[in-house]
Nanobody
């Protein structure tokens, strides 16, 4: 099973930008659909964006559409999330997830998860 490690989180002011990354352990990274989820304190883990195996068909939650961009570099086994126009309500731990079969907002259908990286947006 692929192992995932997120990085790049931090503290940013509202209106600013931040990019987070997810490095995969396997050369078979390109056989996985990938997604980003986030979890705020005391709340459920929610879908942010997903992308197909070859970087096709990115799909976003309404709350981030137009502000966030998901992308991947299969040569580097890395998934990215570029976050612009950040808002305090974007504050959460951000997780990447992988599935060979599904490309979906449903977190229960992803079989591999990273440990998460904290993103904090100050007002």
């Amino acid at each position: 099973q692929v192992q995932l490690v997120e990085s790049g989180g931090g503290l940013v002011q509202a209106g600013g930008s931040l990019s987070v990354s997810c490095a995969a352990s396997e050369r078979t990274f390109s056989t996985y659909n990938m997604a980003w989820f986030r979890q705020a304190p005391g709340k459920e883990r929610v879908f942010v964006a997903h992308i197909g195996k070859i970087g096709d068909s990115p799909f976003y939650a309404n709350s981030v559409k137009g502000r966030f961009t998901i992308s991947r570099d299969n040569a580097k086994n890395t998934l990215y999330l570029q976050m612009n126009s950040l808002k305090p309500e974007d504050t959460a731990v951000y997780y990447c997830a992988a599935s060979r079969t599904f490309r979906t907002p449903n977190p229960s259908l992803y079989t591999a998860w990273g440990q998460g990286t904290q993103v904090t947006v100050s007002s």
